[in-house]
């Protein structure tokens, strides 16, 4: 015999409320309640549920960073044209690699742990006075060593993306030719 069912939305109501509605739903003659996979919000920030014009607002909203990452992306549209090399180290919750292309580099450093660490790379030689700048957090540059050798902190469950800049060097196009079609795009 099929079943009717109610569907319970974690992430748009609150659990009580949940609990009450599916007992009305129970008393009205539905068979079956079903729910999401996820009990509790994304982050304890949400409280109970999310509330979509708050996350808007929010600075540290995961909406936020999104927009963040899409941002980065268009003002170094070298990511998507880089060719990618993971990088050997010994920490096994860290993925870190290079993308490059043309003289442009990126270092992105995501530690998938709960736990900090501290991860040692080899990026190649830089020139002298090369930095890696964060474009994410905006944190302060780090010196590079000429070797390339950097020792970095990773906090558990985040990811940096760090430009390497020589001196002088900006971190972000305002206009560029494009590689491949050599049509202007903005910036």
Same mark, same amino acid.
């Given at each position: 015999m099929p079943s009717v069912g109610f569907h319970c939305s974690h992430e748009q109501i609150a659990p009580a409320q949940l609990l009450?509605?599916?007992q009305h739903a129970e008393q009205a003659g539905f068979t079956a309640a079903m729910s999401s996979d996820h009990l509790s919000p994304w982050s304890q920030r949400q409280g109970e549920h999310v509330n979509a014009a708050a996350h808007c607002q929010d600075?540290?909203?995961?909406?936020?960073?999104v927009r963040q990452l899409i941002r980065r992306y268009r003002q170094m549209p070298q990511i998507g044209w880089s060719d990618a090399e993971v990088l050997d180290h010994?920490?096994?919750?860290?993925?870190?690699?290079?993308?490059?292309v043309d003289g442009w580099r990126l270092l992105a450093v995501h530690n998938l742990g709960a736990d900090d660490a501290i991860v040692t790379l080899e990026l190649g030689k830089v020139p002298e006075g090369s930095v890696l700048r964060d474009v994410l957090d905006g @944190?302060? *540059?780090?010196?590079?060593?000429?070797?390339? /050798? %950097?020792?970095? @902190?990773? *906090?558990?469950?985040?990811?940096?993306?760090? /430009? %390497?800049?020589a001196r002088g060097e900006q971190a972000y196009a305002r206009r560029l030719r494009h590689r491949y079609g050599g049509g202007r795009h903005r910036q």
């Amino acid at each position: 015999m099929p079943s009717v069912g109610f569907h319970c939305s974690h992430e748009q109501i609150a659990p009580a409320q949940l609990l009450r509605d599916v007992q009305h739903a129970e008393q009205a003659g539905f068979t079956a309640a079903m729910s999401s996979d996820h009990l509790s919000p994304w982050s304890q920030r949400q409280g109970e549920h999310v509330n979509a014009a708050a996350h808007c607002q929010d600075p540290d909203s995961l909406w936020s960073f999104v927009r963040q990452l899409i941002r980065r992306y268009r003002q170094m549209p070298q990511i998507g044209w880089s060719d990618a090399e993971v990088l050997d180290h010994s920490v096994p919750s860290v993925l870190a690699h290079v993308c490059s292309v043309d003289g442009w580099r990126l270092l992105a450093v995501h530690n998938l742990g709960a736990d900090d660490a501290i991860v040692t790379l080899e990026l190649g030689k830089v020139p002298e006075g090369s930095v890696l700048r964060d474009v994410l957090d905006g @944190r302060d *540059d780090q010196p590079l060593d000429p070797s390339g /050798r %950097v020792e970095l @902190r990773a *906090d558990g469950c985040t990811g940096q993306w760090l /430009r %390497v800049l020589a001196r002088g060097e900006q971190a972000y196009a305002r206009r560029l030719r494009h590689r491949y079609g050599g049509g202007r795009h903005r910036q």
